[in-house]
């Protein structure tokens, strides 16, 4: 029957990467796929002095470096380009000098090698990737929280997941990152949050959980982001001690926990009224990183009888095993695009 194998190009915000991914032809995607090569390259030292990711520095290192990523992803897997099946990049939504970069190096290989190109929806890559690792047939409850969306979905299949709710305001991961600015520990800010947790006490500060309890599912961190500013200058004119870091972002991460909790409950419910009970729920995106949301999700699901799936960490955060895997998805499907498919800096799911 022989294999799909795709070259992934991901560049859509401050990761750089090219992956290679093999997945069999005869499956409809629940046995999953096998990561060939992997090159990813962060630009976060280059970021970190501005406090933030600035468009203009991410679009150049991109074009730097992509094309070394693709000659090492090819190299470590031993695949010339003519062996593959087709190329695909993240062709939105995200930062529009980058996710060129991508798209233009995915199509002139593609029109190289003769190979078909496939413009992947970086949303949907996230959404996805779980079934990367294999044993999750669609429909699934999804939870995509990363640092530009956070939404839950019911992924009925490729191309189309219906959006059940949504933030309000700021996603998950932004608030990680604005909480982790206003403490001093830098960005990106979810994985410092998480660390400097570690080490505090979630309960000794009282925070807010927006829109806890109420109808529909969708999500809110504003109020929550207000409470933590209101709750450090409070702690009174010198900056906070270690241990006032570390509970306040024990608190913090706990607040954002209960709310993913909470709403994924709400959206269980009405995944069930289209779809019946359900079998899995899962969690994708940067945040989905996070361990304490990995578990606070596991008991939801476990609660009503579901299976609970997230990809590994290194595959939550930006990377192109997910663009490549969905290339696979894609292509399954005879789902390529014209070479004149534009970049799209938005692009909703
Ligand atoms: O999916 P992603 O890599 O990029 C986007 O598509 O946005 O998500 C990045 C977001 C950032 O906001 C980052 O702070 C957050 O994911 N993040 C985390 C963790 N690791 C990354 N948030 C909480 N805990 C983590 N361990
Ligand atoms: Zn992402």
Redesign the pocket.
């Known amino acids: 029957m022989g294999a799909y194998r795709v070259l992934g190009l991901e560049t859509?915000?401050?990761?750089t990467a090219a992956a290679i991914v093999e997945a069999d032809r005869g499956d409809d995607g629940t046995s999953g796929g096998q990561t060939l090569a992997q090159a990813l390259r962060s630009q976060i030292d280059e970021h970190r002095p501005f406090g933030g990711v600035v468009p203009e520095i991410a679009a150049r290192a991109h074009l730097d470096i992509l094309d070394g990523l693709v000659a090492r992803a090819l190299a470590d897997s031993g695949l010339a380009l003519r062996d593959l099946d087709a190329v695909a990049a993240t062709a939105g939504p995200?930062l529009i000098g980058g996710v060129l970069v991508g798209v233009m190096t995915a199509k002139a290989l593609a029109l190289a090698s003769g190979l078909p190109f496939i413009a992947v929806n970086?949303?949907e890559a996230?959404a996805l990737t779980a079934r990367l690792q294999g044993g999750l047939a669609f429909p699934y409850l999804l939870v995509l929280?990363?640092?530009?969306?956070c939404q839950f979905l019911a992924v009925e299949g490729v191309g189309a997941c219906r959006r059940l709710g949504t933030t309000i305001d700021d996603?998950?991961?932004?608030?990680?990152?604005k909480a982790?600015k206003m403490l001093g520990l830098g960005?990106?800010?979810?994985?410092?949050?998480?660390?400097a947790a570690r080490l505090g006490d979630p309960a000794r500060f009282a925070l807010p959980r927006p829109l806890v309890g109420r109808p529909g599912c969708d999500l809110s961190f504003s109020g929550l982001k207000t409470a933590l500013r209101q709750t450090v200058e409070r702690l009174g004119p010198t900056p906070p001690t270690p241990q006032d870091i570390h509970d306040l972002c024990a608190g913090f991460?706990q607040a954002?926990a209960d709310c993913l909790a909470d709403r994924a409950r709400a959206a269980r419910h009405l995944f069930a009224q289209r779809h019946g009970p359900g079998h899995a729920l899962v969690l994708a995106?940067?945040?989905?990183?996070?361990?304490?949301?990995r578990a606070a999700l596991a008991r939801v699901a476990d609660e009503a009888g579901m299976v609970f799936a997230a990809p590994p960490?290194a595959l939550?955060?930006?990377?192109a095993a997910m663009v490549a895997w969905t290339g696979i998805e894609r292509l399954r499907l005879g789902l390529t695009d014209p070479l004149d498919f534009r970049a799209r800096p938005r692009w909703p799911l």
């Open positions: 859509s915000c401050d990761e995200g970086h949303l996230h929280a990363s640092g530009g969306h996603a998950a991961g932004e608030a990680f990152d982790a960005h990106p800010g979810g994985p410092a949050v998480e660390k991460q954002i995106g940067g945040v989905a990183a996070n361990q304490t949301l960490p939550c955060t930006d990377n």
